[in-house]
């Protein structure tokens, strides 16, 4: 490895890196903004300058532009340099509207930052700005054109890395534009994402816009609860609102990004039709006349129809604290039945995919970005997983060969990420034996039993897309107690009351149950249906675990306390008008905390702690930290 000295100090870096990215390794941080580890470099914006003292390169240079190598000596304090980074800082303001004040950025703004630390706090230039006009780019993100350095890792990001085409750069004569040819709404599912990747205040989140300053967010580590990828996030609260989400950086998992669905679907957290109070037969009550009242009912259904005619339902959407709890649940309900999936297919699908997967053949998405060769069957990757289908594209990008069996062909992933795909019509006509590392990406939602089984046969690594955040844990519960879909034990006509956690069970299955309880946190057809109801907190209110389609545990941490917005719900946006030692609307529990108090309430022993057993691994599970695998 080249071993090169930076301020007097040796470093020994992987061959490739880049002598910013070796600084950066001693402690040493040089500004810049047109470099992006997941970018590359490009030398734009002239502003990580370093003297190369000694060694094959000579001089004061872009740092991100030169390998490290041998025998190298710079300095970054260097007076030299330290004038050229100053100066470009001072350059890079000129037209700058000098608008912190007012701007979203404020506070989490790399300009501002470099801008204070350079030293420069003086403005000379008395002359005219250049100015712009922004455009409307859709409902999520903002645009104030007049903030842009033209550091161009906005369209680097959009075209290059994400493969959009209705965003990019014109110029004419001394002006640069970064946006749409027309206005309108950006087409990316990934778009997002210029407002993590902007240094500056360009692109801001629109859905949080002068709402709260970086300093006043409630943040915390957590896992996005949309798909089965468990890509990484740092979801930002204020006063008991879910402002808006940010991508958090996991190598492993989703590397820098996240994708539009992760990132804007907040809304439910904060939905006024949000349920948060228990009910009975539609009554407000208190949590233990509720939960009294459930075990009351749930007597008198196996009085009536006997042991077995109780089901319990579990979730891929609840976290493992709970799914976990489910079977003892069960035995205390005389032997109920368990399930965790609503529709027996699916049930079925999951578990055989599941089953199938190895610490040696299960990929992820950094196994995808690394394949030679991507063969993509019974699913849509939009839809089911956006942030593989990107992973896919920077295989592609590495020049690996994609290919799709059944579906459009290609069609959509064309036209949306510029990609080139080979249409097959079997998984047989793949030519696998031709690369040394392909990788089969199946999505089980309409991949049939025998497809998911030959693709796990087929000699490739496979990543298979699961139906929610914490499906794998499901699956393997279903397989280790037996359970069967749920429509698969109401076919059987013993089950004559159903208790659901978090479960989207389809109507036309409770039709004929004359007793069904639920938990949950949204406003379901199952919680509409539901005699008795207990709300539960959403994820980000909690601390939990989910188990992503690769089988990689990882820890949540609760980022806010659960109850109404203070910013208030009705028209005028005042905040509720009720006097109480509690915020309204906070008397929410976990999940697993609700399975626990019906446990003890049938005789069971109170749960201190919800993962036992073969899951105690995790109890110490670092939130910041890459997940491990539990296969």
């Known amino acids: 490895m080249p071993k090169l000295t930076i301020d007097n100090i040796t470093v020994e870096v992987p061959p490739g890196t880049n002598v910013l990215e070796a600084a950066k390794q001693v402690g040493i941080w040089i500004p810049h903004f047109c470099y992006h580890p997941a970018l590359g470099?490009?030398?734009?914006?002239?502003?990580?300058?370093?003297?190369?003292?000694?060694?094959?390169?000579?001089?004061?240079?872009?740092?991100?532009?030169?390998?490290?190598?041998?025998?190298?000596?710079?300095?970054?304090?260097?007076?030299?340099?330290a004038r050229m980074r100053q100066m470009v800082i001072e350059w890079l303001m000129l037209n700058h509207p000098h608008d912190c004040p007012v701007c979203d950025e404020g506070g989490e703004c790399l300009l501002q930052d470099y801008t204070v630390a350079g030293g420069h706090g003086n403005r000379r230039y008395r002359g005219k700005k250049r100015t712009h006009t922004n455009q409307y780019l859709g409902p999520y993100i903002e645009h104030e054109m007049n903030r842009c350095i033209q550091c161009y890792r906005c369209v680097r990001f959009y075209q290059e890395y994400a493969g959009g085409s209705d965003f990019g750069v014109m110029g004419s004569a001394a002006r640069v534009y970064y946006g749409r040819f027309s206005e309108g709404e950006l087409e990316s599912p990934f778009s997002g994402n210029l407002v993590d990747i902007?240094?500056?205040?360009?692109?801001?989140?629109?859905?949080?816009?002068?709402?709260?300053?970086?300093?006043?967010?409630?943040?915390?580590?957590?896992?996005?609860?949309?798909?089965?990828?468990?890509?990484?996030?740092?979801?930002?609260?204020?006063?008991?609102?879910?402002?808006?989400?940010?991508?958090?950086?996991?190598?492993?998992?989703?590397?820098?990004?996240?994708?539009d669905k992760g990132r804007f679907g907040n809304s439910p957290v904060n939905d006024p039709k949000r349920p948060r109070t228990p009910l009975i037969d539609g009554t407000e009550a208190s949590w233990e006349a509720a939960l009294d009242a459930l075990v009351l009912r749930l007597g008198e259904v196996l009085e009536i129809y006997g042991e077995g005619s109780i089901?319990?339902?579990?979730?891929?959407?609840?976290?493992?604290?709970?799914?976990?709890?489910?079977?003892?649940?069960?035995?205390?309900?005389?032997?109920?039945?368990?399930?965790?999936?609503?529709?027996?297919?699916?049930?079925?699908?999951?578990?055989?995919?599941?089953?199938?997967?190895?610490?040696?053949?299960?990929?992820?998405?950094?196994?995808?970005?690394?394949?030679?060769?991507?063969?993509?069957?019974?699913?849509?990757?939009l839809e089911e997983g956006p942030m593989m289908a990107l992973a896919v594209r920077q295989a592609w990008r590495k020049g690996a060969r994609l290919f799709m069996v059944g579906g459009d062909g290609g069609v959509v992933l064309t036209k949306t990420l510029g990609l080139q795909v080979t249409p097959l019509t079997s998984l047989a006509a793949a030519p696998l034996t031709e690369f040394r590392n392909p990788v089969i990406v199946c999505g089980t939602s309409r991949a049939a039993l025998d497809e998911i089984e030959v693709a796990a046969g087929a000699g490739a690594k496979l990543a298979c897309l699961l139906s929610g955040p914490?499906?794998?844990?499901?699956?393997?519960?279903?397989r280790e107690h037996g359970a069967p879909g749920l429509s698969q034990a109401i076919a059987g006509g013993t089950i004559r009351g159903i208790i659901a956690f978090e479960a989207d069970i389809p109507p036309e299955l409770l039709a004929d149950i004359p007793f069904v309880a639920a938990a949950d946190w949204l406003p379901t057809e199952t919680v509409k249906q539901a005699q008795i109801f207990l709300p539960t907190t959403a994820w980000v209110e909690m601390e939990g675990t989910f188990i992503n389609n690769e089988g990689r545990a990882q820890r949540f941490k609760q980022v806010m306390q659960p109850g109404l917005p203070i910013k208030g719900l009705d028209p005028a946006l005042h905040?509720?008008?009720?006097?109480?030692?509690?915020?309204?609307?906070?008397?929410?529990?976990?999940?697993?905390?609700?399975?626990?108090?019906?446990?003890?309430?049938?005789?069971?022993?109170?749960?201190?702690?919800?993962?036992?057993?073969?899951?105690?691994?995790?109890?110490?599970?670092?939130?910041?930290?890459?997940?491990t695998r539990v296969l």
């Open 470 to 478: 914490n499906a794998f844990a499901a699956a393997m519960l279903s």
């Open 311 to 381: 089901a319990v339902v579990g979730s891929p959407r609840l976290a493992l604290e709970g799914n976990a709890l489910l079977p003892i649940l069960a035995a205390c309900a005389d032997g109920g039945v368990l399930s965790f999936f609503a529709d027996a297919g699916e049930a079925d699908r999951t578990a055989t995919a599941v089953s199938l997967l190895n610490r040696d053949n299960a990929a992820g998405m950094a196994d995808v970005q690394a394949a030679d060769a991507v063969v993509i069957m019974g699913g849509d990757l």
């Open 198 to 259: 902007c240094p500056t205040g360009v692109f801001t989140d629109k859905t949080a816009r002068f709402r709260a300053r970086y300093w006043d967010y409630d943040m915390a580590p957590s896992v996005c609860p949309h798909c089965s990828l468990g890509c990484n996030t740092i979801p930002a609260a204020r006063y008991r609102e879910l402002l808006k989400t940010m991508a958090r950086r996991n190598d492993a998992v989703n590397g820098w990004f996240i994708c």
């Open 41 to 81: 470099s490009v030398g734009a914006c002239r502003l990580c300058a370093m003297k190369f003292l000694e060694g094959p390169v000579k001089g004061v240079q872009m740092s991100c532009m030169i390998p490290a190598q041998d025998g190298m000596v710079v300095s970054t304090t260097d007076g030299e340099a």
């Open 575 to 627: 905040p509720p008008r009720v006097h109480g030692r509690v915020a309204p609307g906070s008397d929410v529990r976990p999940a697993w905390q609700v399975i626990d108090a019906l446990i003890e309430r049938l005789g069971g022993e109170r749960i201190v702690e919800p993962l036992g057993n073969r899951w105690e691994k995790l109890h110490n599970l670092d939130p910041e930290g890459g997940g």
